[in-house]
T-cell receptor, first 113, second 110 residues
Framework: SQTIHQWPATLVQPVGSPLSLECTVE??????LYWYRQAAGRGLQLLFY??????ISSEVPQNLSASRPQDRQFILSSKKLLLSDSGFYLC????????????FGPGTRLTVT | SQQGEEDPQALSIQEGENATMNCSYK?????LQWYRQNSGRGLVHLIL?????REKHSGRLRVTLDTSKKSSSLLITASRAADTASYFC??????????FGTGTRLTVIP
C-alpha cells in the first residue's frame, strides 16, 4: 500500500533562518507531487507541483523553492524565512491519471518567530 | 480564480442530525471532490463526482452536483461526534492540480 511521510511534524524557526521540509512517498512510482500551505482556519494554497524528477512548477511567487531529487522525494526550502511563511505545510501526491484524487501527508506546522 | 467557496463557513449541529455543506465554483470542471480534515492533520479524500454525474452516495455521504449552477452539496446523514472536522471541496478543470475551497468547519455536539 502507498504511504506518504512528512517531517518534521512541527518546527519553530527564527526569521532569516533556512528551511528544509521533506516529503517522501512509498508504494507508488512516478507520482505527481504537491506542496500546499494552509493559513490558520483557511483553505489550501498550492505552492508547487511536480510531474517528474527535476520538474517543478511554481504557482505563486514567494520566498520558497521546491526540488525533486528522486522520484518519490519532494523538498520544500527557503534560504531566509519570513514571518509570513508561518503556516501548515502539506505534501500530497496523486497517480497522475484522470481521477486526480490526492493523498495527503500529515503536515508540518511551521512557526516563524 | 477557480477556487471553490464553501458555505457555511461554520456549522454546529446535534449528534444524529444531518449536516449539509455547499460549494460553489467559477469555471467548467471535469470533476469535483470533497475532502475532510481533522484539526492539525492532513486531508482525507471522501468522494469524487464527475461532471456528467448529478448525485453520488458513499455510506452516510451524499454528494450532488449541478454544473448549470456551478455548485455542489455534501450531505452527511445521522451525524456523529467523530464527524467533527473541516470539509473542503476541490475542483479539477483538467490541469495538473486541484483548486480547494476555504472549507466548512463542522462541529457535531454529542
Amino acid at each position: 500500500s502507498q504511504t506518504i511521510h512528512q517531517w518534521p511534524a512541527t518546527l519553530v524557526q527564527p526569521v532569516g533562518s533556512p528551511l528544509s521540509l521533506e516529503c517522501t512517498v512509498e508504494g507508488t512510482s512516478n507520482p505527481n507531487l504537491y506542496w500546499y500551505r494552509q493559513a490558520a482556519g483557511r483553505g489550501l494554497q498550492l505552492l508547487f507541483y511536480s510531474v517528474g524528477i527535476g520538474q517543478i512548477s511554481s504557482e505563486v511567487p514567494q520566498n520558497l523553492s521546491a526540488s525533486r531529487p528522486q522520484d518519490r522525494q519532494f523538498i520544500l526550502s527557503s534560504k531566509k524565512l519570513l514571518l509570513s511563511d508561518s503556516g501548515f505545510y502539506l505534501c500530497a501526491w496523486d497517480t497522475g491519471t484522470a481521477s486526480y484524487e490526492q493523498y495527503f501527508g500529515p503536515g508540518t506546522r511551521l512557526t516563524v518567530t | 480564480s477557480q477556487q471553490g467557496e464553501e458555505d457555511p463557513q461554520a456549522l454546529s449541529i446535534q449528534e444524529g442530525e444531518n449536516a449539509t455543506m455547499n460549494c460553489s465554483y467559477k469555471t467548467s470542471i471535469n470533476n469535483l471532490q470533497w475532502y475532510r480534515q481533522n484539526s492539525g492533520r492532513g486531508l482525507v479524500h471522501l468522494i469524487l463526482i464527475r461532471s456528467n454525474e448529478r448525485e453520488k452516495h458513499s455510506g452516510r455521504l451524499r454528494v450532488t452536483l449541478d454544473t448549470s449552477k456551478k455548485s455542489s452539496s455534501l450531505l452527511i446523514t445521522a451525524s456523529r461526534a467523530a464527524d467533527t472536522a473541516s470539509y473542503f471541496c476541490a475542483t479539477d478543470a483538467g490541469a495538473n492540480n486541484l483548486f480547494f475551497g476555504t472549507g466548512t468547519r463542522l462541529t457535531v455536539i454529542p
